[in-house]
């Protein structure tokens, strides 16, 4: 059964730093992309970043020098180093990845920004 878990968001003010984390079980990570994406009150889910198997990363235009993602195999995690941020980064924060032709998601963090 695959699972994702993820852990760190809080409370930040402007122009500080979270840093999340998404714990994947059930899968052979080393072979697989992962995602993270947002979502904010009365908006649609965005996507934030991605890092493929093989490290390759890419990021929303608006978190581009603000955020890295990043994953360590060997313990089966993905994560997002969050810097200066911004209120508008207040969100629930998603993991995301495929595995078999199915798409599975975590529970969400939430990341609250204050001004």
């Given at each position: ?19 999340l984390s998404c714990a994947a079980s ?90």
């Open positions: 059964q695959v699972q994702l878990v993820e852990s760190g968001g809080g409370l930040a003010q402007a122009g500080g730093s979270l840093r059930g899968i052979i990570f080393s072979l697989i992309g992962m995602g993270w994406y947002r979502q904010a009150p009365g908006k649609q889910r965005e996507l934030v970043a991605t890092i493929t198997r093989t490290g390759s990363t890419n990021y929303a235009d608006s978190v581009k020098g603000r955020f890295t993602i990043s994953r360590e195999n060997a313990k089966n995690t993905v994560h997002l180093q969050m810097n200066s941020l911004k209120p508008e980064d207040t969100a629930v924060y998603y993991c995301k990845t495929e595995w078999a032709r199915t798409t599975y998601w975590g529970q969400g963090t939430q990341v609250t920004v204050s001004s």
